[in-house]
């Protein structure tokens, strides 16, 4: 079973669960009726912001989302990272994938395709990322900043509260893994009244 159709299996579950209608968990999550319907299907390919939204709806982790597993509150261990779920990838064959998560803590492997980039939206406050390149040359830009280019062998760690982007700006591959610390988790998160 692929991640979609992974996290579509979680999704219809947790929404059956509470009993809310396709209407009330749209809502919930912040997402279009239409969408929620294509998750679940399994025919969906979800942005990060998107599946960030959805675990915050459900109040739980992303990688509880992704992984489909029991919510563990003393440790995970992924056996093999070579598995480890792509949450996204590229024609060109860039890819990110979940090492392991628990609560506010993932880490990630990125590997971004020359020209390619990736764009994320800010984090919540007192988020920190921590990338560490382990070959190419990543330039990390964040809104209203200057960009800060990393090279193999470099790492870099910044407040994740604006928009930022990762960009390949080599000739080659560039991989790197990325820590990312949000201290306001969807777990911790208090539930919505109404």
Known sequence: MGVSESVGDVVRRLREERAWTLDHAATR?????RLLTQI?????NPSLSTLL??????????????????????????????TADVLWSTDNGSTARLLVGLGPLEMWSFTLAPGDSRRSAAHSPGSIEALVVSSGRVQVAMDSK??????????????AESAHEY?????????????????IS?????????
């Open 29 to 33: 999550l912040g997402i279009s009726r």
């Open 40 to 44: 679940e299907a399994g025919t969906a």
């Open 53 to 82: 939204s959805i675990a915050s709806g459900f109040g739980i982790d992303l990688v509880d989302l992704i992984q489909g597993a029991e919510i563990s509150t003393e440790h995970r261990l992924q056996a093999d990272n070579d």
């Open 146 to 159: 200057d960009a800060i280019d990393v090279g193999a062998g470099q790492s870099l760690i910044f407040t």
């Open 167 to 183: 960009r390949n700006v080599s000739t080659s591959d560039t991989m790197f893994q990325l820590a990312v610390y949000d201290p």
């Open 186 to 194: 969807p777990a911790s998160a208090q539930p919505e009244h109404g």
